[in-house]
């Protein structure tokens, strides 16, 4: 099991998150942030800290949102377990699918 970034941190990435995180799997994309499923201890630490709740526990994420489990786990693919975020900084790509969503307006 793994948490999981939904549609309110595309665009915005807040990066509360990335400070809370003890082990750092939260990753960086252009438009969005990712939490590496097999580097995240399960602690929720990220979550409480997201000011738009973007941030679910798989098991918890709404039904609107199913995808971002998709987009999430794939995002790494491409680069495997890097070993922490703090290695790779700002990834020049998305998923495709949230490579492809709308721009967001901005969050208030």
Not at 35 to 46: L, T
Not at 67 to 76: H, R, S
Request: charged share 25%.
């Amino acid at each position: 099991m793994t948490y999981v970034i939904a549609l309110p941190c595309v665009d915005l990435k807040d990066k509360a998150c990335i400070d809370e995180c003890p082990v750092d799997c939260i990753y960086e994309g252009e438009r969005s942030l990712y939490i590496h499923p097999d580097e995240c201890v399960d602690c929720g630490a990220c979550e409480p800290v997201c000011p738009v709740e973007a941030i679910y526990y798989e098991d918890d994420l709404p039904s609107e949102w199913q995808d971002y489990y998709k987009a999430n786990v794939e995002f790494f693919d491409e680069i495997g377990s890097p070993g922490g975020a703090a290695k790779t900084g700002t990834l020049d790509f998305d998923h495709p699918f949230i490579a492809t969503l709308p721009l967001q307006e901005e969050h208030v």
